[in-house]
T-cell receptor, first 115, second 111 residues
Framework: GAGVSQSPSNKVTEKGKDVELRCDPI?????LYWYRQSLGQGLEFLIY????????KSGLPSDRFSAERTGGSVSTLTIQRTQQEDSAVYLC?????????????FGEGSRLTVL | GENVEQHPSTLSVQEGDSAVIKCTYS??????FPWYKQELGKRPQLIID?????GEKKDQRIAVTLNKTAKHFSLHITETQPEDSAVYFC??????????FGSGTRLQVQP
């Protein structure tokens, strides 16, 4: 497909376990974002990758959260030792940046539930 | 970093009335201001955006205004319809920096 693809769509895990969430951006998009959305809440910025620049990690809530983007394409968000407050929908978005920010195209999200 | 504040958090209007959502931002270097609409259970989608070289932009029933001096921008929806019911997010960014979103406004259009 031509859109942003995220997997898994749903993940239920036990407190203390590690989880990996995957994002496959639109081909050719240079920027990739991760946001977190708790139930009925806003879009909390987590991390931003833009081309070959160092990622902006200023939104990561703790050192249990990390992300990488391999080959300028697929990204993985890893949450170690999950806590119940990590339960949320994790949204990935990509955009084509030329000069300035472009339209963000969001994936369907990965719903994480930590029991 | 950038901080975007959005008001109101909820807004209820009668069908056919206008709706206005307001946002302020903190970083004077911000030059890109998009608005996203998120319907229930769906992903956010861009509905309109404005760059700092213009003060107003319209697209059919929606318009966005920007006041760079006061560092605020607004979304105006005229002749609201039930399908306009959704959560609306404003956002701001400077250059190639990350996009920062406001907290969202839940708009309900009463038929």
């Amino acid at each position: 497909g031509a859109g942003v693809s995220q997997s898994p769509s749903n993940k239920v895990t036990e407190k203390g376990k590690d989880v990996e969430l995957r994002c496959d951006p639109i081909s050719g998009h240079t920027a990739l974002y991760w946001y977190r959305q708790s139930l009925g809440q806003g879009l909390e910025f987590l991390i931003y990758f833009q081309g070959n620049s160092a990622p902006d990690k200023s939104g990561l809530p703790s050192d249990r959260f990390s992300a990488e983007r391999t080959g300028g394409s697929v990204s993985t968000l890893t949450i170690q030792r999950t806590q119940q407050e990590d339960s949320a929908v994790y949204l990935c978005a990509s955009s084509f940046v030329r000069g300035g920010t472009g339209e963000l195209f969001f994936g369907e999200g990965s719903r994480l539930t930590v029991l | 970093g950038e901080n975007v504040e959005q008001h109101p958090s909820t807004l209820s209007v009668q069908e056919g009335d206008s709706a206005v959502i307001k946002c302020t931002y903190s970083d004077s270097a911000s030059n890109y201001f998009p608005w996203y609409k998120q319907e229930l259970g769906k992903r956010p989608q861009l509905i309109i955006d404005i760059r700092s070289n213009v003060g107003e932009k319209k697209d059919q029933r929606i318009a966005v205004t920007l006041n760079k001096t006061a560092k605020h921008f607004s979304l105006h929806i005229t002749e609201t319809q039930p399908e306009d019911s959704a959560v609306y997010f404003c956002a701001a960014s400077a250059g190639r920096r990350a996009l920062t979103f406001g907290s969202g406004t839940r708009l309900q259009v009463q038929p």
